[in-house]
């Protein structure tokens, strides 16, 4: 699909740009205004001083505003002789900056590019056309018609003419002669001197002159003051039908709030070359399974306020490592103003948040990210936006429907955030050229599409789904919202083939994970919501002794291709919920009770099989949220004024990760996660279910060479427990529940670590295996021995 590769590069364009003459460009896309300007303090928030000129150079027929900053002359300094004049500001010295005359350099190309006669000098580019004019009606010219006499017709005379140039032999000039007789020929091929037309082309081009021509950094600052510097605040400044707007520019990479807390202002982010980050590292290559960490910058730390990208990098990137996952992705990167929404009310697009940190700063995030072998992904909310109007894209050019649709369906049905139109190009390359700015500028390896469901519906997702095709092939299906996604999964992929997207659709929207060519939509992976929210149902609302093994199977591999599962991620902790640490740990008897306590034991007896058949019946991704690792005892909420804006549970508490039960449960996660390192469980293929018993509360089932075996029953163990394998062999206990070291009682003895299969029959199989399993515990075995009848 050729037509997407034309989008993702208007970041280059649009938004504030130096440019190599001496001068920054901004551009920015407004329809519905009259008037464009850019105020801020390098003109002392002047609306007049720098504003869009008129015509075409100014203002198009599309909407796009384009002004044009001027660099100032310093005292004493005079113009530049050249107005093609280039300036390199990237690197702080090039060989423009060795003093060379531009007047030997041009001699110079004359002497040493090109050959005698291939280049005729003129004093004038009308020196030919007076030639001609002096000619016809100069003193020596024709004075009547009589001596004028008859014209002779194109052809003769320029076979005149060529016989004329016969005796200059000498000349090097190339010969591209043709005569016009009505007949079309292809423009990139008129020559009748093949020899000479071959000669021209292998030359190579002038760019060394080019090159040395340009002037390096030093010279630029020695002659100019730039127009804006590197910090100064700034805003964009329309005068609309409705009256006089400032703006935050839409395509601003640094934005920070206002001293008042009203209305915020870009921040023109030009740092010298000496302070540019340099990238150290590259994107690692993440063979198997994606065991991904979900986090929150903000909630990251210990204490009570809001943590930065420094922080993190410091000190949460290096536990992740050691957790043993190998992607980390991050909520709440993009630009928001209400801390609150945890970051899913953008505001603006190509930034990153402030609030924690500078945008050098979150390279150096990624880079260090790179530097761990650690993917880095982030949430990409392009379902929604912001509805505030003094800082979002809301009314930004005083119209309401400049990025979202008009009337009800600009807005969310629940959620009061405004609906971008998807049907307009320009929208279309906003949000494209959006997702390739992150890949490029920050070397991000991967989105998660954010509530897919809000984008998909005009009715946001808020109806009831049985799953029948005709739910998905309505009148309430959002066909361009439909077309966006293919084409972001289409240019991603296209432009960068080790892309990772997942969709995050509660609805399940048929073909999801399906290439774009075979009608598809084009994303890796899904993420099933319905995992955490069946987790949830069954601890608040079902005594254990009911659950239904076959529900919970029938959940978790419905649908298992490409599929990301998780126990909870931030939803299940944040929106109003208790984490489940909360809900199955009791907070009060684990803050001060022991690992011996029978109540505690039970509970993270539960927690771990939860977690380990949610993690091995995955489509080849898993998720965890930031502290679930170690059953954080404590939900998520973001200051507000419910809460007072209190930050006493906007926190982590690292500090539980050695001590008592949070100290087991995260020894069993960390285990989990090297096994699938070391034996890559998760991307064996699909998994086959032998045995799934409501009664006795035991669910077997196998993947590749691995044999999963949990007993979900609270109150009963068993000694000698049949369940079917296919292969005959020896099977190795690899992964046990039970063990002491993840706070378990250690029944199962070292001399029952390893299984031989009997030809007795069971679960449909031709031979079974006899296992002790514990009361709330899981056994993972792996065929080491095949054994051949």
């Known amino acids: 699909m050729l037509v997407c590769l034309c989008f993702p590069g208007r970041y280059e364009l649009l938004g504030m740009h130096r ?80 003093g060379v005359d531009a007047k030997d350099l041009i001699r110079r190309m004359n002497e040493e590019y090109w050959e005698p006669g291939e280049v005729t000098s003129r004093k004038s580019r009308w020196e030919t056309v007076a030639k001609l004019y002096e000619q016809m009606f100069g003193p020596n010219g024709p004075q009547t018609e009589e001596e004028l006499g008859e014209i002779p017709d194109a052809e003769t005379r320029y076979k005149n003419w060529k016989a004329t140039q016969k005796d200059e032999s000498s000349s090097s000039s190339p010969s591209y002669d043709i005569i016009d007789t009505g007949q079309e020929f292809d423009i990139f091929n008129v020559v009748t001197d093949r020899a000479s037309f071959e000669k021209f082309q292998a030359k190579a081009t002038p760019l060394a002159y080019w090159v040395e021509m340009r002037k390096g950094r030093k010279a630029w600052i020695e002659k100019y003051v730039p127009a804006i510097s590197h910090k100064d605040k700034y805003r964009i400044y329309f005068n609309t039908p409705d009256g006089a707007l400032e703006r935050v520019p839409a395509w601003a990479t640094y934005v920070l709030p206002d001293a008042e807390g009203m209305q915020s202002y870009a921040v023109h982010w030009e740092p010298p070359p000496e302070e540019i980050y340099k990238w150290r590292f590259g994107r690692p290559k993440v063979k198997g399974s994606l065991r991904i960490y979900e986090c929150h910058v903000g909630i990251s730390g210990s204490e009570q306020k809001i943590s930065s990208f420094q922080e993190f990098t410091s000190n949460v990137l290096p536990h992740i490592k050691n957790a043993g996952y190998n992607a980390v992705q991050i909520i709440g990167v993009l630009e928001h103003k209400d801390y609150s929404s945890v970051g899913y009310k953008v505001t603006n697009y190509f930034a990153v948040s402030s609030r924690f940190g500078t945008p050098d700063d979150f390279k150096k995030l990624v880079d260090e990210a790179h530097g761990l072998g650690l993917l880095v992904l982030i949430d990409i909310v392009h379902s929604y936006a912001s509805a505030d109007e003094m800082v979002g894209l809301s009314l930004f050019d005083g119209s309401n429907d400049c990025y979202f649709h008009s009337g009800k369906r600009g807005h969310h049905k629940y959620w009061g955030t405004r609906m971008f139109k998807y049907d307009d190009v320009d929208v279309l390359h906003f949000l494209l050229s959006n997702l390739s700015w992150w890949v490029t500028e920050y070397k991000i390896d991967g989105f998660q599409f954010h509530s897919l469901s809000s984008m998909l519906y005009t009715h946001n997702g808020f109806s009831t789904f049985t799953g029948a095709i005709e739910e998905y092939c309505n009148q309430y299906v959002d066909k361009d919202a439909l077309i966006y996604l293919i084409l972001a999964n289409e240019m991603l992929h296209e432009l960068h083939p080790d892309i990772i997207t997942i969709a995050e659709d509660a609805t399940y929207y048929p073909g999801l994970c399906e290439p774009t060519t075979q009608g598809g939509l084009g994303f890796d992976y899904w993420a099933n919501l319905s995992i955490p929210e069946m987790w949830l149902w069954h601890l ?39 984490s489940f640490a909360e809900i199955i740990l009791n907070t009060g008897m684990c803050s001060s009770g022991s690992v011996d306590d029978d109540l505690i034991f039970k509970a993270s007896s539960l927690l771990k099989i939860i977690k380990l058949i949610t993690f091995t019946t995955s489509g080849g991704a898993y998720l965890n949220f930031m502290g679930n690792e170690f059953a954080h005892p404590k939900r998520v909420e973001f200051p507000m004024s419910s809460n007072e804006y209190s930050f006493h549970l906007a926190c982590r508490q690292w500090e539980l990760l050695d001590k008592g039960v949070h100290k087991h449960i995260f020894n069993f996660d960390k285990d989990i996660m090297s096994l699938d390192e070391n034996e890559r469980v998760t991307s064996r293929g699909s998994l086959n279910v032998h045995h799934c018993d409501d009664t006795n509360m035991v669910i077997s089932f196998t993947r590749g060479p691995f044999l999963f075996v949990f007993n979900f029953n609270p109150e009963v163990p068993y000694q000698l427990y049949r369940v079917g394998v296919d292969e005959a062999g020896e099977y190795q206990l690899i992964l046990n529940t039970d063990e002491t070291k993840y706070g378990g009682r250690g029944e199962l003895k070292s001399s029952q670590y ?36």
């Not at 009911?546 to 998780?566: A, C, D, F, G, P």
């Not at 514990?774 to 792996?782: E, H, I, N």
């Open 19 to 98: 440019h190599r003459q001496h001068r920054v460009d901004f551009m920015d896309w407004a329809p519905g205004a009259r008037y464009c300007s850019l105020i801020g303090d390098f003109n002392q928030w002047s609306a007049t001083e720098n504003c869009a000129r008129e015509g075409h150079l100014g203002h198009d027929d599309f909407g796009y505003w384009f002004v044009i900053l001027e660099d100032k002359l310093r005292e004493g300094q005079e113009p530049d002789e050249y107005f093609f004049q280039e300036y390199n500001y990237v690197d702080d010295y090039d060989k423009g900056d060795n």
């Open 754 to 789: 390893m299984k031989k299969t009997s030809d007795r029959r069971a679960d449909g199989c031709r031979n079974s295996l006899e296992l002790a399993l514990a009361s709330r515990s899981a056994q993972v075995y792996k065929l080491v021995r095949i054994l051949r009848i």
């Open 540 to 578: 608040e609302n079902v005594p254990e002794r009911e659950w239904s093994m076959n529900k919970i199977m029938k959940v978790l591999i419905s649908s298992n291709h490409h599929m990301l599962s998780y126990v909870e991620n931030h939803n299940q902790s944040i929106s109003g919920r208790k």
